[in-house]
């Protein structure tokens, strides 16, 4: 008899008493879902900034290695072509590759002033 009223009592208590484990677990559910959705949503706003900035390196990457295939054109020609005539197309072609060129480096020595 004693032992069913320990038990009966013990079944009580429980009834009362709050799972804290289920607590704890529910609490850090929910705070990782809010943190993963205010990830999202930082994502979301980041993208486009990102996106910008990505584009200005390769805009950056890709000046400097067309004036450097620029400058290679150049270099290939003046030495292929040196010793042979060219006709006044091709002369034309040349100039304005060094005219192009020219003002390149002249607008990049501005910007970096």
Not at 10 to 31: C, L, M, V
Not at 98 to 110: F, G, P, S, T, V
């Amino acid at each position: 008899k004693q032992w069913y009223q320990r038990r009966v009592a013990i079944t009580a208590g429980k009834e009362d008493t709050r799972n804290i484990a289920e607590d704890s677990t529910k609490n850090r559910y929910n705070n990782a879902k809010k943190t993963l959705q205010l990830s999202e949503d930082d994502k979301r706003r980041m993208i486009p900034e990102l996106r910008k900035q990505s584009r200005r390196e390769y805009a950056k990457k890709r000046k400097e290695m067309k004036l450097e295939e620029l400058v290679d054109d150049i270099r290939d020609e003046e030495y292929l072509f040196k010793d042979v005539e060219i006709t006044d197309r091709e002369r034309k072609q040349l100039e304005r590759k060094k005219e192009l060129l020219d003002l390149a480096q002249r607008y990049n020595k501005a910007g970096d002033v």
